[in-house]
């Protein structure tokens, strides 16, 4: 767990877009405005017709099964790659290409393994040709990750979980507004996993950031998220939308609390995952 947000108050908060103070949270507001997406490979739709916002400082997780579109929503939450039909909306502009105010984070956590921790976790601001800012931003980033002793090691050296800490340590360093996360600690041990969901989780909140998620793993929407859409497949829409009401503390794990909304969220996959046509044979 990071002991030290206390002494993180210096991490510079971004500014609104609107220019006006918008009081603790200084995450972006996401809007989806009817989003539907084809590949031309592939007939019919990936995803369909969905609507959704998340508000700011809002912890999101997209939960459903493999193939059923997270990704492709994720990439254009992103604006990596823009759909066939809709949009995405963030802070009142639609997103037509990638912006520093939003960054993803993936299984992988892509470092360059001849740098050192510093240097990777700099990276984001050297491409952005905001260098001044490392020799500030990057001390205090790797505190908030709780790297700092690892600074001048080599990645190669670290193990999964630290690399993947490195990363995030990468992507807060620019200051964005939302984080979008696609299954990052799914290669992490069952350990590992436990802490980077709790410590992302504190972080997003002690910045305000806005979060969106994706999961196939329903223990990790419920320690992560404060509301879940449920997807179903072929093609992609939001078959329940359902808030996680816990608190910090219960979010641990081992409580009955914890083990009732566990027992809810999976119920809703389940019936979800049944109604999947693909999932039943034909007569
Ligand atoms: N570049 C592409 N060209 C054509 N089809 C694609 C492309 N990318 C993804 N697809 C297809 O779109 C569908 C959704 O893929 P996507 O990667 O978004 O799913 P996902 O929910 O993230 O799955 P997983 O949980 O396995 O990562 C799949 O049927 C996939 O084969
Ligand atoms: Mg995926």
Not at 80 to 98: C, D, F
Not at 131 to 154: F, G, H, M, Q, W
Not at 168 to 194: I, N, Q
Request: proline share 5%.
């Amino acid at each position: 767990m990071f002991a030290r947000f206390a002494n993180t108050t210096a991490f510079p908060q971004p500014a609104a877009q609107d220019g006006a103070a918008r009081g603790r949270a200084t995450g972006a507001h996401l809007a989806v405005m009817g989003l539907s997406h084809a590949y031309k490979k592939i007939d019919g739709l990936v995803l369909d017709s969905l609507d959704f916002e998340v508000q700011p400082g809002e912890v999101l997780a997209l939960l459903g099964r493999s193939g059923c579109g997270k990704s492709t929503l994720l990439h254009m939450l992103s604006g990596l790659s823009l759909p066939s039909a809709g949009e995405v909306v963030i802070n009142g502009n639609t997103v037509r290409g990638p912006s520093q105010a939003w960054v993803m984070m993936f299984q992988a956590p892509s470092l360059y393994p001849w740098m050192s921790v510093a240097q990777n976790a700099a990276l984001g601001l050297r491409f952005a040709r905001r260098s001044s800012e490392i020799a500030t931003r990057v001390p205090e980033v790797l505190e908030l990750v709780d790297l700092s002793p690892y600074a001048d090691r080599n990645v190669q050296d670290l193990s999964g979980g630290q690399q993947q800490r490195v990363a995030l340590a990468r992507s807060l360093a620019t200051a964005p507004e939302m984080l979008l996360l696609d299954e990052p600690f799914s290669a992490l041990d069952a350990f590992t996993r436990r802490s980077l969901q709790r410590d992302v989780r504190a972080i997003a909140r002690r910045l305000g950031l806005t979060m969106v998620l994706v999961t196939h793993d329903v223990s990790e929407a419920v320690r992560m998220a404060d509301r879940v859409l449920v997807l179903d497949a072929n093609p992609g829409r939001i078959a329940e939308d359902t808030a996680i009401a816990l608190t910090e503390e219960q979010r641990e794990g081992g409580c009955e609390r914890f083990n009732a909304e566990h027992i809810r969220l999976m119920e809703i996959y389940t019936e979800v995952a049944h109604g999947d046509p693909s999932d039943q044979t034909d007569d």
